[in-house]
């Protein structure tokens, strides 16, 4: 009998497994139950594949993707694995076919629709072969709550009563700790070891830069990192779309905008182009990318804050699918934070908790002095790993130090304003009040006989920028109304009363570059 290992080579033409396919292969071999959770693209194929191979008898696997069947089976053929499906597209004849070979004991794989084993012919003839393993594809279809609730699904719970000696692995792509357990109960699953792999894309190299110039820091960012390269830039809107992928075009770069927006001819062609060609930029909204399967796509930019780390993940792991090294680069500033706990603010209770909670880990992630990946990773529940040496923060690791006083500085110029003014500002006049600007929107408002007035002289503009966009990220200062007014939350008494420590990031900017050097 082949192993694993030699099945990967041999079959498969692979040199080494990726993370965790190796684990969970050599768990199901061994006659275990497995619930994996693995990114799409992550490998999890193999995981089924391999140990039908490798164990005595048919492999069956239950999947919903009815259209992709006989592709995946043609694959499978191509390599010489004997596989075959079950599904209602096949005609009597067909069906009858692999039903033979079944029997036979000729085929390695069994693809099958789930609405077949509400067919009692269909147990009858799997209870007359010899069963390897039995696979459960996108198994989130068994949750009731998900939005691919499949009820044929819950039919799978016969597997474990008619087949209870044969090994079940049941795999998904859907991460919420809900659907997991919802997988693990209704499947009967919860004596299976749960494995949550291959969320790592070690070629990523992860960086995010505060934000100052946006578009002159993409150029420098394409021009000294990615000339000529093929790669995405996500902005939010449409309008912030069309104008970076004009700015690109005006200094010489490929570059064709993408979002909801444009007609479905112009957006099928730029997709097109961008698929086709090398070299082309796509400057897109989150629109684009669903389905995109482009191996040499050498960096993701991000100009304004994804909503969540789901989406942050999602956007970035379409760089370097080839392998190859690729960038995740974002630039991110205190306005995203301004804008996106605004956009929390919208819609009912349950809603808000839950973009809050969203938003919380994703700024996170931004003001992290430790490693991005591991990070990253721990989100995934992908526990245990290592600093990476491959994100910014490893590579310069940033300093963190005592912002208590500048911090309560600025919540006390929000207090006071408040307070003896009973007024309501952004971040730019407190700031100017701290530095002791006498603009004249400082002076119309009095704000210069202020207690605080100019008493931040000690910090710069953008310093000060820096420690109001950390103190909103942690959650120690918030915003209000469409203007973005700052306003004191539960958590910023306590920084006022001397009772909390606040730790912040020292903002490292890369050294900048001499204007008149980039040619613009
Ligand atoms: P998933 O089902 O998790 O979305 P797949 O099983 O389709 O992912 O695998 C994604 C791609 O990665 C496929 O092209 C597959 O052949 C490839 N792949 C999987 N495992 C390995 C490996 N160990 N080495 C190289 N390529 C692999
Ligand atoms: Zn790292």
New binding site residues.
């Given amino acids: 009998m082949d192993t694993p290992t030699e099945v990967?080579h041999r079959v498969?033409g692979?040199?080494?497994?990726?993370s965790g396919?190796q684990e969970i292969i050599d768990h199901v071999v061994a006659g275990g139950d497995a619930l994996v959770l693995?990114?799409?693209?992550?490998?999890?194929?193999?995981?089924y594949q391999i140990p039908a191979l490798v164990r005595k008898g048919v492999g069956v696997v239950i999947s919903p993707l009815i259209a992709l069947m006989q592709d995946q089976v043609d694959a499978l053929r191509a390599l010489g694995v004997r596989a075959g499906f079950l599904n209602s597209t096949q005609g009597f004849d067909e069906r009858q076919l692999v039903e033979s070979e079944f029997l036979a004991g000729e085929l390695d794989l069994l693809y099958l629709a789930p609405e077949r084993l509400r067919v009692d012919a269909t147990l009858r003839l799997l209870g007359k072969g010899d069963i390897a393993v039995f696979a459960i594809?996108e198994a989130h279809c068994v949750a009731q709550w998900g939005h691919d609730f499949r009820p044929d699904y819950l039919e799978l719970s016969k597997l474990r009563e008619l087949w209870p000696e044969v090994p079940r692995i049941a795999?998904t792509?859907t991460a919420t700790p809900a659907t997991h357990a919802e997988i693990s109960s209704r499947l009967g699953l919860d004596q299976a070891r749960h494995f949550v792999a291959?969320f790592d894309r070690p070629n990523i190299h992860y960086r995010i830069t505060p934000k100052s110039e946006p578009k002159r820091q993409l150029l420098d960012f394409l021009r000294t990192e990615h000339p000529g390269d093929s790669g995405i830039v996500y902005c939010l809107s449409r309008s912030s779309v069309e104008k970076i992928a004009e700015f690109l075009v005006e200094h010489g770069i490929a570059a064709v905008p993408y979002h909801a927006g444009l007609d479905a001819r112009t957006r099928a062609h730029h997709q097109a182009r961008f698929l086709r060609e090398d070299g082309l930029i796509v400057v897109a909204t989150i629109a684009f990318g669903m389905g995109i399967d482009k191996p040499d796509v050498r960096f993701v930019a991000h100009l304004d804050l994804p909503k969540s780390v789901e989406g942050y993940y999602q956007e970035t792991g379409r760089a370097g699918r080839d392998g190859l090294p690729a960038t995740a680069w974002m630039a991110y500033g205190l306005q995203d934070v301004v804008q996106h706990r605004r956009m929390a603010m919208e819609g009912d209770d349950a809603h808000r908790r839950r973009q809050v909670q969203h938003l919380d880990a994703m700024l996170a992630l931004c003001e992290t002095v430790g490693c991005r990946r591991m990070m990253l990773l721990d989100y995934f529940g992908q526990k245990g790993s290592q600093p990476c040496g491959n994100c910014d923060t490893c590579q310069t690791p940033p300093e963190s130090w005592d912002g208590t006083i500048p911090a309560q500085k600025v919540l006390s110029t929000v207090l006071r304003l408040l307070r003896e003014r009973r007024q309501k500002f952004g971040v730019g006049q407190v700031v100017d009040i701290l530095l002791g600007k006498k603009t004249a929107k400082v002076l119309q408002h009095g704000h210069d006989t202020l207690s605080v007035f100019g008493v931040g002289t000690d910090l710069g503009n953008a310093e000060w920028h820096g420690v109001v966009r950390q103190l909103l990220a942690q959650g120690l200062l918030a915003v209000e109304s469409d203007y973005g007014a700052l306003v004191l939350t539960d958590d910023s008494a306590a920084v006022l009363r001397g009772q909390r420590e606040v730790r912040l990031r020292r903002d490292t900017h890369r050294p900048a570059r001499a204007k008149t050097s980039s040619g613009t």
């Fill in positions: 990967l498969f692979y040199d080494s497994f990726r396919q693995m990114p799409t693209g992550g490998g999890k194929s193999l995981c594809d795999l792509a291959g």
